[in-house]
Structure formats: structure tokens, C-alpha cells
């Protein structure tokens, strides 16, 4: 009968809607990404947004659409096309605040966290008082001062597991490393919409050192034409423990863990845990060593927030399970707390959203202790970084320090794709450069410029500069390294040349990079030092010195092309100095072109007489060093995006 009144009301609403209302077509698609937006397939939703956003014309209505497209790229941690929608929509008129703290969290991500702490004291002025902007205003001073000081671990991309898709929550036994990936050889074409990639498959590989076997899905009936992932594996390799979502045939809402076993190599039909439920999710699963006790993530009803750390009590012997066991406040909070991890000394390792972090998910540790567990603790940079760093297993290298000893996952940049797996070790000590990027014209720091440095056969490592200027790199040890700063529209930096030879202890380097605005076309340089012998238009070796500065200015600017004019004092005719000062300028030219700069970014020209910068002209009385500050060289830059050929 209720259900009766309901859809009676609803119909009744629906009428008077339409008999006031027309529904445009564009009503019903942006009706139909909505659907699918409230349905969590975030990736398919943006495209649908984004194919109605082109056909908008009403500014507050296209505001809208591209606030829910930002929204489903950044809940799809497709964080470069939310970045991108959300810069675009902060300068429009959206009145919702909300905007300003999403996108601090975005500005997170990317490790801005002086840019991300004014987004969310902006939205404080909006909304006082608010708990969670608060905590993220803080959030952000405690990470910029954890990236400025790293702990000494070494983090690196585990190339050979990883593929452009995600590759995710490894998983160490019995020398084989298990884990979950959406590439292209997980079973069936079935596109999951919340990412826009393949279902996820279990995947695994052996483990020998540091090396890793060829890549392979269990045999067996592990993986179906939907999600499979994040697997526990027993020390014998017998025994599985994974987290299935959405069903074998794609019908069901909810993850549930599922056990199988091994038999003739090959793995058994698995079957589902009795305490996992429809109405809910559980999954994650994480056994202490013993068998007795499963940690797990859920959402089940009695959880703190989004997705709680659980713990379930079960007897290997008569195969009874416990009551679920809600971790606490002091490690649960009001967002996502997931993938637990034992480590081998009893930690209880996990991610969180809601703990301070560096942004997105970070890792976190707590003890089980007498009278609960003890407040999480944040693994700090290089472990955590802006991006989702989560789902860790241990049991690596236990001799050799420098080899990893854990495994886990990130998204951060430089990676080979979505999700990647990295390694942990320690190291004996760190090389790091710390410093600041200045504008030289004014003496004001410079905020995201990008600091490159060169390490002969390695990539170029690139790091991007705080709301202050601010930038800390950790570089390799025993090798020499060449530092320089760029940024759009200026000059790029000097290059500073700096040595991580023969490091015995924890080196830290401090040191300033300059950037020198790129003038507006128009504006014109003289070039001090480029003068020449009256009716000459040879180069003097000490101009020579001077235009090798500029091809060094070229060279670390390859974007930019450039006019090089010369001028004379007024004496002579004026016919004669235009052609004089045409051939003293394509002298200066010519230099640049033996020295290797392209001749399509270079433009000659003589100006004769034309732009004295004295009262020196024809007739008038000036002494020998008077003419000579006429007697000059000069260039302006004509553009700055030369692409070459």
C-alpha cells in the first residue's frame, strides 16, 4: 500500500511538472548522465556530460554541467581531466563553494599544497567553521613539511608487472607476487564504466630477488568476466582469499571475499564468506599469520564512515566464523579506510582518506593493543605521496637493506600507467637539493615552476615548485647532476652543475635558480659589449664572448625566436649606415648559425641611424663616447613557440 501512495505522488509530480514545463532534449540527456553519474560509473558519465556541455549556451547551466564532469573525472582518480574541468570552472560564476574545496583536494594530488590551502581557507570564508576544511588546511602544512623532509626509503616503479592500465594491491607468499589488473589480457570485453578500463583480473608472477617471472593469470576458476582483486594468499600457496564484486554474472551491487583452494595446481570454484551480505560490501581480506583472525574493509552497517577496517575471529580447525569487530575511531574515521595489511611484527597497515595525509589515499599503521588500537600512524613521504598510495605487503628482501622489502601501490606521476606497483627499501643515507626558483626582475618567488635535473642515462627528474617558490628533490647518489628551472613566460635558468659523488652521510644542498621574465614583443635589449670599428662590420672577439651568452640563452630556450638589430651613430649618410648596420647585424647572425642555432628562430635587421637613444643626431656636437652608445646591438623576442621541424 505505501509503495502504492509513492508512486501515485511521484506520478501526480511528474504531471504537474510537464504541464508547465518543456523538456528539451538536452533535459533528457543531461537526465540520462545523471542516471549513470548516481550509479558510480563516474568515467562513462563524463563523456555523456561532456557531449551534452558543447551544446549549452546558458553560461549558469554550462557551469553546471562542467562542475559534474570535473566531479566524475576526479571520482573516477582520472585527476589530469579533473584538473583540467575544474581550472575552467573556478573562473566561472558556479555559486556552489564546494568547488573550492574539491578542487583543493585536487590541487592535493598534485602536491600544491600551498595553492590547495588557500582553495580551502577560500571556502572556509564561505563556509566557517567547516571541520573538514579545517583539518585540510592542516593537512597541508604537515605534508608540504613531510615532502620537504622524506624519510630515507627508496621508492621505485616496478616496470616489468606494470602495463598503462591499473596494476594493483600486490600480494607476497611462497615466492610468487599476486595481484589485481585491468590490462588488456583480463578475461572478456567487459568495460567497467566507474574507470573506463577492463574488469579487473588476478594476476600473478614468480619472485626470484629482485627479478620477477613471466606474467599470468591462476589456473583455475579464479577470475570471471568481472571484478576479481586483491588477493591473500596462505604461505603454501594452497589457499586464496580475494574480493569479488559485482557477481560472477554482473548483476550483483556489492563486493563480497570468496575462498578457493588449490587442487592438481589448479584452483577450485571459489566460494563466498559467510558473513558477506547483499546489502553490503566486504572485501580486502587480510589474515594474520596464524589463520586465526581476518581483517577486512566493509561498509556494513554500525561503520564510522565510508568504508571501515574490520576484524572477524576464525577457528582454521572447525571452520567457525566470529562476529565482526569494528576497529575504533582510532583508526576508522568518517571516509574510506581500506586495505588492510599484517605485517610479519603484527602492525595492522592500511589506507585512509580520512587520517591527515599527503592527498588521496595515504598509507597508515596501527597496533592491537589493551583496550583497542592505537591511533594510525602516517608512513610520511616517499611512501605516501599526493596520489592514492595504497594496498602493501611485506616479505621482500629480510638481509640486504638496499633491496625492497615491501610492495605496494601508487598512482602518483611518472608512472607507467594508472595504478602501478612500486618497491620499498631503505637507504643508507640521502641526497636531497632544496631550494627556491626567484624572479630576478623582482625578487619575488616563483609558484609551480618545474625544477628538471639531468643525470647522465637516467630520465630527466622533474619537480614543480610550491605556492613559495619552495622545491626539495631527492636525487641519485654518485652520480654529477645539472639543475635548472623553466617556466612559462620566462627565460629558463642557468644551469647549476651539482655532485652526489662520494656521499658518506645525509647530504642536503641548498641553492636559488633565477628566471628572467621573457620580455613583451616590442621590448628591446641591448646587448652590452657588441660594438664595433667605425665603418666595420666585423665580430670583435669580445662581442664573440657576449653573443655566446645569448646562444646559451637559445639553446636553453628552444621555443623562442628572436630579432637581432643593429644600429650606428649618425655620422656618415644615412643610406650608408642602414646597409652598414644590415651587415653588422647578419654578422651577429651568422655567428649564431656556426655556433648551431636553427635560421628560421633568427631575423636580421639593420635600423642605420633610424633609433638613436641620444640627442646625437645629424648636426649635432657629441663627443666619441656619445656616439658609441648608438653605435649597439640589440635583440627582442618575436615569439615563443617555435616547434621546429
Known amino acids: 500500500m505505501r509503495i502504492s501512495i509513492v508512486a501515485f505522488l511521484c506520478c501526480f509530480y511528474i504531471s504537474a511538472f510537464a504541464q508547465t514545463t518543456t523538456v528539451t532534449p538536452i533535459d533528457i540527456e543531461i537526465q540520462k548522465a545523471d542516471v549513470v553519474f548516481l550509479n558510480k560509473k563516474y568515467n562513462s558519465a563524463a563523456t555523456l556530460y561532456k557531449k551534452v556541455y558543447s551544446k549549452i549556451k546558458d553560461e549558469e547551466q554550462q557551469a553546471t554541467i562542467n562542475f559534474k564532469i570535473a566531479e566524475s573525472y576526479r571520482l573516477s582518480n582520472n585527476f589530469k581531466q579533473a584538473f583540467e574541468w575544474y581550472e575552467k570552472l573556478v573562473n566561472t560564476k558556479y555559486p556552489d563553494p564546494k568547488i573550492l574545496y574539491s578542487y583543493g583536494l585536487l590541487l592535493k594530488n598534485y602536491e600544491r599544497y600551498s595553492d590547495a590551502a588557500r582553495q580551502f581557507n577560500d571556502y572556509l570564508f564561505e563556509m566557517p567553521g567547516d571541520a573538514a576544511a579545517m583539518r585540510e588546511v592542516e593537512a597541508c602544512r604537515i605534508a608540504g613539511d613531510w615532502k620537504l623532509n622524506p624519510l630515507k626509503f627508496s ?43 577492463k574488469c579487473a583480473d588476478i594476476f600473478e608472477s614468480n619472485v626470484n630477488g629482485n627479478s620477477f617471472g613471466s606474467v599470468a593469470k591462476p589456473n583455475g576458476l579464479i577470475n570471471s568476466n568481472y571484478n576479481e582483486g586483491v588477493a591473500w594468499v596462505d604461505s603454501s600457496n594452497s589457499i586464496m582469499y580475494f574480493t569479488q564484486c559485482n557477481g560472477t554474472d554482473g548483476k550483483g551491487l556489492n563486493c563480497k571475499i570468496y575462498v578457493s583452494y588449490k587442487q592438481n595446481n589448479q584452483w577450485s570454484a571459489p ?47 572447525t571452520g567457525k566464523w566470529g562476529e565482526p569487530v569494528n576497529l575504533g575511531p582510532n583508526v576508522n574515521t568518517t571516509e574510506d579506510d581500506m586495505f588492510p595489511a599484517i605485517h610479519p611484527d603484527g602492525k595492522i597497515y592500511f589506507a585512509s582518506k580520512g587520517h591527515f595525509g599527503m592527498g588521496g589515499l595515504d598509507l597508515f599503521y596501527t597496533k592491537d593493543s589493551v583496550g583497542g588500537f592505537t591511533k594510525a600512524v602516517n608512513l610520511k613521504s616517499p611512501i605516501n605521496s599526493g596520489a592514492d598510495d595504497f594496498g602493501i605487503t611485506f616479505g621482500g628482501n629480510q638481509t640486504d637493506p638496499s633491496k625492497p622489502f615491501a610492495y605496494y601501490t601508487s598512482n602518483r606521476e611518472g608512472g607507467v600507467g594508472d595504478d602501478d606497483i612500486y ?106 659589449g657588441i660594438y664595433y670599428d667605425l665603418d666595420k662590420a666585423d665580430i670583435r672577439p669580445e662581442a664573440a664572448r657576449v653573443l655566446d651568452s645569448l646562444v646559451l640563452i637559445l639553446n636553453n630556450n628552444p621555443t623562442i625566436t628572436i630579432e637581432l638589430a643593429s644600429h650606428t651613430d649618425s655620422r656618415a649618410d644615412e643610406s650608408y649606415n642602414l646597409k652598414l648596420s644590415q651587415k653588422r647585424a647578419q654578422s651577429c647572425v651568422d655567428y649564431l648559425l656556426k655556433k648551431g642555432i636553427t635560421k628560421a628562430r633568427l631575423t636580421a635587421v639593420g635600423y642605420g641611424e633610424s633609433k638613436l637613444i641620444n640627442d646625437c643626431a645629424d648636426g649635432v656636437d657629441c663627443n666619441e663616447e656619445q656616439h658609441q652608445e648608438n653605435r649597439r646591438t640589440t635583440f627582442r623576442v618575436l615569439s615563443t613557440d617555435y616547434k621546429g621541424k
Not at 596494476?167 to 578475461?187: M, Q
Not at 621574465?517 to 616590442?522: A, K, R, T, V
Request: net charge negative.
Open 423 to 528: 618497491s620499498i627499501s631503505v637507504k643508507p643515507f640521502i641526497f636531497l637539493v632544496k631550494g627556491k626558483v626567484i624572479n630576478q626582475e623582482d625578487n619575488t618567488p616563483l609558484a609551480n615552476a618545474e625544477v628538471s635535473a639531468v643525470i647522465p642515462n637516467m630520465p630527466v627528474q622533474k619537480v614543480k615548485t610550491d605556492g613559495k617558490g619552495n622545491f626539495v628533490s631527492e636525487l641519485a647518489l654518485n652520480q654529477n647532476i645539472e639543475l635548472s628551472a623553466a617556466k612559462e613566460k620566462f627565460f629558463k635558468s642557468a644551469v647549476l652543475a651539482v655532485s652526489s659523488q662520494n656521499i658518506k652521510a645525509d647530504t642536503t644542498i641548498e641553492l636559488t635558480l633565477y628566471l628572467n621574465p621573457i620580455p613583451d614583443e616590442g621590448v628591446e635589449f641591448t646587448l652590452q
Open 155 to 197: 621508492v621505485d616503479n616496478v616496470k616489468s608487472l606494470n602495463t598503462e592500465y591499473s596494476d594493483y594491491a600486490p600480494f607476497l607468499s611462497d615466492g610468487k607476487i599476486t595481484w589485481s589488473s585491468s590490462r588488456t589480457e583480463a578475461t572478456g570485453n567487459i568495460i567497467f564504466e566507474w574507470t573506463g578500463q
Open 271 to 317: 566460494q563466498v564468506l559467510p558473513f558477506c551480505s547483499d546489502s553490503f560490501s566486504v572485501g580486502h581480506p587480510a589474515f594474520t599469520a596464524d589463520m586465526k583472525r581476518l581483517y577486512f574493509a566493509s561498509n556494513m552497517p554500525g561503520s564510522i564512515g565510508e568504508k571501515d577496517i574490520y576484524y572477524i575471529n576464525y577457528n582454521p580447525i
